[in-house]
């Protein structure tokens, strides 16, 4: 039995963060995405509708829509216990989230399918959703060498000040992603939240600036996720390349190199020993950077497309 809510109770979300932390283990990948958890750790300004599907008062089915996008229609993620599978539940939390769509999104409806596993692409083409996106994730070696930081003429590296850099980043970070669909439309609110995680670290936020007048070229922001006790993945700590970004004016003299390195040594000098990080598929520019500095491909994100 589904129900539909706006509103979870703080025992609402713990079960779902530990449906999803146990489906994570089963599968290798978290079906939720950072975005969908900090919204449920931390509500929004935006609001969301929650499906649930309880067994015996306990969530075993989840799934989140978020119907605000005007541009690309409602956005969908679910997970399903697995104990609780192959009964119908994803069937029905997507169909579900289908009639959300019709009644909030103009029926436009897209979800994620985290680690692309293939039930949920089966399910995706049963229900007449088309593969619309491929997020590829890397990962690397800390422990195998890494190339030296070597920085274009006239830029410096410093970390990153609360408070003091907050406005000049997030331009940055538009301009940076200004054809991104989630990257480049941050607030500060998006950032101020992820600047009280528990997680954060100012001097794992590098910010290349200008010599000259201090104005920002570039940034590798980077995480040390896991392994912590109340985290939502209980593995061992890997370094993120988190975000990383480069002022549309200093591409092409080999800023977004020397600041993967740059994040890379400093992972390193945690004592991490692996690197990760998500880039699109279609971004083959990145790619091709990631992979000359020797990340290879572990799993995919796949986000299917209604078809209308």
Known sequence: MLRRSDHLSADQVEQVLALMRAAGDTDGALPLSEHVVLHLRHGGAAPAVHLLAEDGGIVVGYAHIDTTDAVEGASAELVVHPLHRRKGLGRALVTEAMRVADERADGRLRFWAHGDHPSASALAI?????????LLQL????????DEVVLPSGARLRAFRPGADDAAWLDLNA??????PEQGKWTLDDLHVRLREPWFDA???????????GRLLGFHWTKVHGGGAGEQEAHEP???VYVLGVAPGAHGGGLGRALTLAGLWHL????LAQAMLYVDESNTRA?????????VRWSNDVSFQRTL
């Not at 390193?268 to 004592?271: A, F, M, N, Q, V």
């Open 126 to 134: 049963r229900l007449g959703f088309d593969r619309a996106r491929v």
């Open 139 to 146: 990962r690397r070696s800390l422990v195998t060498p890494l």
């Open 175 to 180: 301009a940076a992603f200004a054809d991104h």
């Open 203 to 213: 001097d794992g936020f590098l910010l290349a600036e200008s010599e000259d007048d």
């Open 238 to 240: 890997i370094g993120e």
């Open 268 to 271: 390193r000098g945690r004592g």
């Open 287 to 295: 790619v091709r950077l990631y992979q000359r500095l020797g990340f």
